[in-house]
């Protein structure tokens, strides 16, 4: 069974900086596609960044562009996605997700999530 924990939520103040981490077991993270989504209130799920199983190929969301970034660490079967210039449309719960491949993880498909970390940045 693999299973996803997401950590690292908080309150932070506009402009400030967060690091969300997903610790992953049941599976090696150097073998599966991984990402991170959010949901704000009202709001539908929404993708901000994905990671493939080479630990170095990226794709991120035009909003999440030049602010986030994700990356993994081997050692700890874990990725993370670091937050800086926070803005308050980017108050939400921050899901990661796992799947076999990029394409369905950054779809929002994948078949393995965490239950999400709450992120907020007062204005």
């Known amino acids: 069974q693999v299973q996803l924990v997401e950590s690292g939520g908080g309150l932070v103040q506009t402009g400030g900086s967060l690091r969300l981490s997903c610790v992953v077991s049941?599976?090696?993270?150097?073998?599966?596609?991984t990402g991170w989504f959010r949901q704000a209130p009202g709001k539908e799920r929404e993708f901000v960044a994905g990671?493939?199983?080479?630990?170095?190929?990226?794709t991120y969301a035009d909003s999440a562009k030049g602010r986030f970034t994700i990356s993994p660490d081997n050692g700890k079967n874990s990725l993370y996605l670091e937050m800086t210039n926070l803005k308050a449309e980017d108050t939400a719960v921050y899901y990661c997700?796992?799947?076999?491949?990029?394409?369905?993880?950054?779809?929002?498909?994948?078949?393995?999530w965490g239950q999400g970390t709450q992120v907020t940045v007062s204005s």
């Open positions: 997700t796992a799947d076999r491949t990029l394409g369905v993880v950054v779809r929002g498909h994948g078949i393995y």
């Open positions: 990671l493939n199983w080479d630990g170095w190929t990226t």
């Open positions: 049941g599976q090696t993270i150097n073998t599966i596609a």
